[in-house]
């Protein structure tokens, strides 16, 4: 059974950094998690990808770009997010979530907008940014 835990998160003012990491466990990385990331939902807001990564090659929102980095360490099948220069409109519950379905790994950044969901979901952690 696939099982994803994420930590890391936490309070942290403007400009502070926080590195979020997800365990993935009992997975058959090739057959379900080819691609994995990292989601986030504001307050009454829904959920959107931050970031991506597939084939070796990480997707970013464009306002994460230059402050965020997304890897994965397949020998410990470890996510990490790693969140420089944090701003208030960063806070919100991030969630790591996998995927083995290669079309829904090959869309990217662009996967949930256009209606495809990752299979597998981690409970959350909370990012909280203040000013």
């Known amino acids: 059974q696939v099982h994803l835990v994420e930590s890391g998160g936490g309070s942290v003012q403007d400009g502070g950094s926080l590195r979020l990491a997800c365990v993935a466990n009992?997975?058959?990385?090739?057959?379900?998690?080819?691609?994995v990331g990292w989601f986030r939902q504001a307050p009454g807001k829904d959920r959107e990808a931050v970031a991506t990564?597939?084939?070796?090659?990480?997707y970013l929102i464009d306002s994460a770009r230059g402050r965020f980095t997304i890897s994965r360490d397949r020998a410990k099948e470890t996510i990490i997010l790693e969140m420089n220069n944090l701003k208030p409109g960063d806070t919100g519950m991030y969630y790591c979530?996998?995927?083995?379905?290669?079309?829904?790994?090959?869309?990217?950044?662009?996967?949930?907008?256009?209606?495809?969901?990752?299979?597998?979901w981690g409970q959350g952690t909370q990012v909280t940014v203040s000013s």
């Open positions: 979530a996998a995927d083995g379905r290669p079309r829904v790994c090959g869309y990217g950044i662009a996967a949930s907008r256009l209606g495809y969901e990752y299979t597998y």
């Open positions: 009992g997975i058959t990385p090739d057959k379900d998690a080819g691609c």
């Open positions: 990564f597939y084939a070796d090659t990480q």
